[in-house]
């Protein structure tokens, strides 16, 4: 049995394949290489899934549904999907809302067109994100809160991803989990991603910009907590009778920006210049998930703190770079 991964060069896609190749399962990644940030890095996790025995790669624009279709064509013995390409970033949705509507609603649909016709497909878990909450003012977000004020167009995107899974749910039995997914960080993260920004910033001198003076705050959740929850859903498929739901997946604690920050100095032993600026409005003051429901589930239980995981991507951070900003 094979499960295709989309999105296998990202950053979850990536950690998400070497686990299921590490189970000894057969993965078929699926991912368009494009240049939303440096593909160097995207070649260099793809190059380490390749050498491993099991999996195979098609280079594929799921927005492209004949491409799409024959991608799973090739795989007819798919038994799971986990769905996690898609356009990415808050921000860069206000600079190019098209590329969102292209990846993330388009591609979304060619994958639920895909999957609804392999013959033995169990389970579908596809990446939704915690931004569906918008302006959300109840903490912990629960599943059961209102998501209609979103505040990006990623936001409103993944949404209407959680949309078009209840309707394929409803019309054709098609079974999956959508994961609200947190502020996800760890080796081989994403260049975009504001721990990632700040450690290089740190490192070469320059000013790192903090909201409210770093008192936003995040449900910063490590890579491995994040895949082990993503692998436990997928072996969980929803009852027939109620074929999509959507889930929450973080850390189910929220830490300030600037206790990141003070990690990050610590870690690389250099001190950070601070630049303080007002909240833009796509950004909301705090994150934090509820996790009940995927606990009871699948036994779900990050156990990694930010103490921890941070020196563990300084590390990676530091060697991918090769030496480049040194340590002080």
Not at 80 to 104: C, E, F, K, M, T
Not at 231 to 255: K, T, Y
């Amino acid at each position: 049995m094979t499960i295709i991964v989309t999105g296998a060069a990202g950053f979850i896609g990536y950690h998400v394949a070497e686990a299921l190749l590490a189970r000894g399962k057969d993965v078929m990644g699926i991912d368009n290489l494009n240049d939303y940030y440096d593909v160097r890095l995207k070649e260099a996790r793809l190059e380490r899934l390749i050498t491993r025995r099991g999996f195979r790669f098609q280079r594929t624009d799921l927005a492209d549904r004949t491409a799409v279709q024959a991608c799973f064509e090739r795989a007819p013995d798919t038994n799971g999907i986990i769905h996690l390409a898609a356009q990415a970033g808050v921000r860069y949705s206000l600079i190019d809302p098209y590329a969102y509507v292209h990846s993330n609603v388009l591609g979304h649909l060619a994958v639920l067109e895909a999957a609804r016709r392999l013959p033995r497909l169990e389970h579908l878990v596809y990446a939704s994100s915690s931004s569906v909450y918008g302006a959300n003012q109840r903490l912990p977000f629960a599943e059961t809160d209102r998501v209609d004020a979103p505040l990006s167009m990623y936001a409103v995107t993944k949404r209407a991803d959680e949309l078009m899974g209840h309707v394929y749910g409803h019309l054709f039995g098609l079974p999956q989990t959508g994961l609200r997914f947190f502020t996800v960080y760890g080796p081989w993260g994403r260049p975009d991603m504001a721990y990632y920004t700040f450690a290089r910033a740190i490192m070469l001198g320059e000013p790192i910009t903090l909201y409210e003076g770093g008192r936003l705050k995040r449900d910063f959740t490590y890579i491995d907590d994040i895949v082990a929850g993503v692998l436990g859903c997928l072996n969980r498929p929803p009852p027939a009778d109620a074929p999509a739901r959507v889930l929450n997946i973080g850390n189910n604690r929220s830490e300030t920006v600037s206790e990141l920050v003070a990690l990050l100095e610590e870690s690389l032993g250099r001190k950070a210049v601070i630049r303080n600026i007002p909240r833009p409005p796509a950004d909301v003051v705090e994150t934090y998930a509820a996790v009940d429901a995927i606990s009871a589930l699948t036994g779900f239980s990050p156990v990694t703190r930010l103490s921890t995981g941070i020196p563990r991507f300084v590390a990676w951070f530091l060697e991918w770079h090769g030496g480049r900003y040194g340590r002080g």
